[in-house]
């Protein structure tokens, strides 16, 4: 186990100290690939490419189990935010299977995959039964929040600004961080050239790794109150 840390660590796993060589030589999905999941496969070291012959095989939704799997997951995907985020994650025989209900939670077992390998192997067995209990885990990238001033923002201009985030949404991914507290409190429509732009961009970007980014604003009472006029 020193050759692996998962963060965040699973709820329920069991893993081998001995490692072998793997190589995944595809994705074989039953059930509904999505954008995101093909993202999450990109962000493997080397390319893994949907293959009916692939030797890592994702399960997504509850009627595509085999019945194995149903029987072996039915008290983890009875956990509260089990359905939405949680997954079943195991060496079997010379594949790697995946079971999610949805694919948030295939993405999250991808996250948990990556991790697990060291140098080109794997553990020889791992069986994991991983779900949150927290629905929403968030991070803050504001300095100050009523001023909406952004931590990751350097003066290199938008597309630096965006490739610079879309790297910290795919860290966020990695680590099952899935809310951000980004922008907000003001109401201007256009606070900059470009601005509504980047931030439907960057939404569209947010969305596909299943992450929130949060904005905020005050209403018209505030500072008001107690005033007395």
Same mark, same amino acid.
């Given at each position: 186990?020193?050759?692996i ?7 329920d ?6 490692? =072998?060589? @793997?190589?995944?030589? /595809?994705?074989?999905? *039953?059930?509904?690939?999505? !954008?995101?999941?093909t ?6 070291d080397k390319? =893994?490419? @949907?293959?009916?012959? /692939?030797?890592?095989v *994702?399960?997504?939704?509850f !009627? ?9 997951t039915?008290?983890l ?9 949680g ?11 995946i ?5 948030n939670?295939?993405?999250y077992?991808l ?14 067995s ?23 001033m ?15 985030i ?9 680590y ?8 907000g ?12 732009g ?13 992450i929130?980014l ?16």
């Amino acid at each position: 186990m020193n050759k692996i840390n998962l963060i965040p660590t699973p709820a329920d796993y069991t893993c081998s100290e001995n490692f =072998i060589n @793997f190589e995944i030589t /595809g994705a074989r999905v *039953i059930g509904k690939a999505e !954008e995101g999941l093909t993202h999450a496969l990109s962000l493997f070291d080397k390319d =893994i490419e @949907f293959s009916d012959s /692939g030797n890592l095989v *994702i399960y997504i939704g509850f !009627e595509n189990f085999p019945e194995d799997i149903k029987a072996e997951t039915e008290e983890l995907f009875g956990k509260r935010f089990a359905k939405e985020q949680g997954y079943y994650l195991a060496k079997k025989s010379e594949n790697i299977v995946i079971a999610a209900y949805d694919e948030n939670g295939a993405m999250y077992a991808l996250m948990t995959l990556i991790q697990m390998f060291y140098e080109n192997t794997l553990p020889e067995s791992f069986e994991i039964k991983d779900s949150p209990d927290f629905r929403i885990r968030a991070n803050k990238w504001l300095l100050w929040t009523e001023a909406g001033m952004w931590s990751y923002d350097r003066g290199d201009g938008i597309e630096k600004y965006k490739e610079r985030i879309i790297r910290k949404l795919d860290m966020c991914l990695k680590y099952k961080i899935n809310e951000i507290v980004f922008d907000g409190f003001c109401f201007q429509s256009e606070r900059f050239p470009g601005y509504n732009g980047l931030m439907k961009a960057l939404n569209r970007e947010a969305r596909k790794r299943k992450i929130h980014l949060m904005s905020s604003g005050y209403g018209m009472g505030y500072g008001l109150s107690g005033r007395g006029d």
